[in-house]
């Protein structure tokens, strides 16, 4: 395993393990086990992987960037604050917008459980939009980038491996972040932070397992579709040259 990504004005620091809240979780596999056995022959129907997709409705989603560093969100609609938006990452915590009521903005958290919410007066955020979604499909071992719901790039990647799956379900773009040079050579000159934890790695090392989309330039085939990591996303070069310029709060939806 290795930690990294302490982020200052945009530039990130990474070093072995993986360590505190704003580093993320990754690490080489395990040698493979040289343990066989036989057993009866059964057969045995598997389904199909389902098809990266978008939904009509969710071919443009709204963004909300908060306008003050510590932005106060509510468990509802013009209720009282119970706890604030930090910025992490170096950069702008832009979200995706889930629900809107009464000028109220539900927006993602990048905290856990996965899949937390929470709203935003509308005094505090600005909006814009982006036609961008990253469907991640664990079972098909694949990230497609779609633009207005037509898939314009799609590449197989390296997923977590069973006993470290890749958390499933929607989240988004946390940052989008520079690899120090000496570490380029790990995960490659550009990282996707997602806004989702391990489902398995509560702590390590003093951090929180974020999941992140990066290379591994050191061991290009995890990234052919393989399962071959502890829960990111391992994308080779084109793949990450081909999602790095969508706008943090992108959503992504990873499937199973």
């Not at 993986?18 to 993320?24: A, K, L, M, N």
């Not at 960037?65 to 509510?74: E, G, I, R, V």
């Not at 197989?156 to 050579?185: E, H, K, L």
């Not at 398995?200 to 290379?215: L, M, N, W, Y």
Request: aromatic share 6%; proline share 11%.
């Amino acid at each position: 395993m290795r930690r990294w990504l302490g982020a200052a004005a945009a530039v990130v620091v990474l070093a072995a393990g993986c360590g505190s809240s704003q580093r993320i979780l990754e690490g080489a596999a395990p040698p493979a086990s040289t343990t066989t056995s036989t057993s009866t022959s059964t057969t045995t129907t598997v389904p199909p992987c389902p098809q990266p997709s978008v939904a009509a409705g969710q071919t443009v989603t709204q963004l909300a960037t908060p306008l003050s560093t510590t932005a106060a969100y509510s468990a509802a609609p013009g209720g009282p604050a119970v706890g604030h938006l930090k910025e992490r990452w170096g950069g702008p915590s832009t979200r995706p917008v889930v629900d809107v009521q009464n000028g109220w903005v539900e927006v993602r958290l990048n905290t856990r459980p996965n899949g937390s919410m929470a709203w935003l007066p509308p005094s505090s955020v600005t909006l814009s939009t982006t036609p961008y979604r990253i469907v991640i499909s664990v079972c098909q071992r694949s990230l497609t980038l779609f633009q207005g719901g037509t898939a314009v790039y799609s590449s197989p990647v390296g997923v977590g491996q069973p006993q470290w799956p890749t958390p499933v379900g929607p989240t988004f773009v946390d940052a989008i972040v520079n690899t120090p040079r000496y570490q380029q050579y790990i995960y490659g000159p550009t990282v996707l932070i997602m806004g989702a934890h391990s489902d398995v790695f509560t702590e390590f090392d003093g951090g929180d397992g974020t999941v992140a989309i990066h290379g591994y330039p050191s061991d290009p085939a995890s990234t052919r579709g393989v399962a071959s990591s502890h829960g990111c996303v391992r994308s080779s070069p084109d793949t990450i040259n081909a999602i790095k310029a969508v706008p943090v709060g992108t959503p992504i939806d990873v499937i199973a």
